[in-house]
C-alpha cells in the first residue's frame, strides 16, 4: 500500500494519516508488532480512498462530458452497442463509488470517458465524410442542372410526357419515418446511485480544492515568516 501510495505521489492528500503509516511501519520494521502492521496499512489505504474519491470524482465529470459531445453526433443511434457498453461502465463506477470502492470506480469512470470520447471521434469523422460525399455530389448536380439548361434552351422537350422519365410529383420510394435519435439517449445521471455518486464526486472535489488551498495559504504564510 506504501509503495502503491508513493508511486502516485498522494501522501499530500492526507500528511496527518500518511505520517500515521509511516510511524507504524517504522514500529514494525523494529519489534514485528503485527499490530503495527494493520495500523500502517489502513492508515495508507485512508490517504488512498481520500484520493482516489477526489480523482474518481473529477473522471466522472470528465465522463459526462465526454458523452455530452456523444450524444451531441447522436452515437446512440449510429453506434448503438458501443454506446450502450460504455453507458453501463459509467453505471457501474457510480455503483462502486457509493460502495466506496473507489479504485474500482475510478477505472470504469476512465474506461467510460475514454469510450464515449472515441465514439464521438468516430461519428465526427463518419459525419465528415458523408457531408463532404454530399458537397461533392450537389456540385455534381448543380453542373448537370446547368448542363440540363443549355440543353432544354436549345432543344425544348415540351409540355408532354417523354418516355423513361418520371412525373415530377410521382413518388419513387416509401415514405421513411424514421425515430426520434433523442430516444436512443441513454440517461446515466439518473436514479438514486446516480444522485448520490453526484453528491459524494461533488464534496470529494470540494474538499480536495479546501485542503489545496489551505495547503497554499499555509506555504505562504511560511515563506513570509521565513522572509
Known sequence: MKKKLDSLAFDDYDKNAYKTGEDALASYAADGNKDSAATAYDAYKSVLNKALLALA????????????????????VSQKDAYAQAADAFKRADASY??????????DYQSAKDAFNALYKQVSEKRAAALAAISRAKQKSDASSEFAASADASSPLGDGAVSGIEAEDAVLLEADELANPDDAVIDVNAGETAQAASAEADAAIAAEDAANGA?????????????
Open 215 to 227: 495547503a497554499g495559504t499555509a506555504g505562504a504564510q511560511s515563506a513570509q515568516e521565513a522572509q
Open 57 to 76: 470524482g473529477r473522471e466522472r465529470k470528465a465522463a459526462l462530458e465526454a458523452k455530452k459531445a456523444a450524444d451531441s453526433v447522436k452515437a446512440g
Open 98 to 107: 457509493v460502495a466506496r470502492e473507489t479504485e474500482a470506480a475510478y477505472k
